[in-house]
């Protein structure tokens, strides 16, 4: 679904990652894990192609980024970016609506499909009762499950998600974490997701790469990856691993002064 090869990022002049050879598979979940300043959001920018790496490429589809008209390449991948500003007193509704622009074609207004798509993705996301407000007016946990809904709305095989968790109180952080897992279970969507709680990211993820900001990645399934020896290096925190239940938590310890 998505690719880089030898990709390299850099900012003011500081490697943050090097030689990038990743591969994401159709209907994978993927959790990018690392500190503050690690190179995630870049490298999500990057993926979405806002933003151009430093050297090597990303495909869609086998595609070269910059082989793609926009307009084919906004049906294939959705962004969601990890901060907004709304300037204009968009409603709920419209807000979401303006996701489905790239299947209007030379058509101006939408149709009821994009409505269809619209409420959809609003009941989804439990905010179909803001559909009249102004986006300006919401929390920030309302905005961020509106921003999601207009990603669900835009209906591409690709979702990339800056921190989707944020903002979100504990019950809609597991909602709508659960509800990316499903989408790639049950109809195939690939999910690509910066993440910072690790329980979170390996109760939904089948694969993660890890960040250390200085060139270093790692890659693999969730299980292989989401380790305690490999996190407490990425992070530079002690972590430790407990099984509960069947599950797996990971405690970040506490470090003596």
């Known amino acids: 679904m998505i690719a880089t090869r030898a990709l390299n990022l850099q900012v003011a002049g500081r490697t943050l990652v090097q030689n990038l050879d990743w591969q994401v598979g159709a209907g994978e979940c993927w959790s ?25 490429t990303v495909e869609i589809d086998g595609r070269a980024l910059s082989d793609w008209p926009l307009e084919a390449l906004a049906r294939q991948r959705a962004y969601l970016a990890q901060a907004r500003q709304d300037a204009f007193a968009y409603s709920v509704l419209e807000t979401v609506l303006s996701a489905r622009h790239p299947y209007h074609g030379k058509r101006y207004w939408e149709g009821s499909d994009d409505h269809t798509a619209a409420h959809d993705a609003l009941d ?50 597991v909602s ?34 890890l960040l250390d900001g200085a060139g270093r990645w790692h890659a693999g399934p969730a299980r292989d990856t989401l380790r305690a020896d490999l996190l407490s290096d990425y992070l530079c925190h002690p972590i430790e691993m407990i099984e509960h239940g069947g599950r797996r938590i990971f405690i970040p310890l506490e470090v003596s002064q």
């Open 32 to 56: 990018i894990i690392g500190r503050n300043g690690a190179g995630k959001s870049t490298l999500m920018r990057t993926l979405a192609g806002l933003q151009a790496p430093a050297s090597g």
């Open 124 to 173: 989804a996301m439990e905010v179909a009762h803001l559909a009249a407000r102004d986006v300006r007016t919401l929390s920030g946990g309302e905005r961020q499950r509106v921003a999601i809904a207009a990603l669900l709305a835009q209906d591409t095989p690709l979702l990339l998600l800056d921190e989707p968790a944020n903002a979100l109180d504990l019950a809609h952080q």
């Open 176 to 209: 709508v974490m659960s509800l990316l897992a499903r989408l790639c279970r049950e109809r195939g969507k690939t999910v690509v997701a910066i993440g910072h709680d690790l329980t979170l990211a390996d109760g939904i993820s089948t694969h993660a790469l």
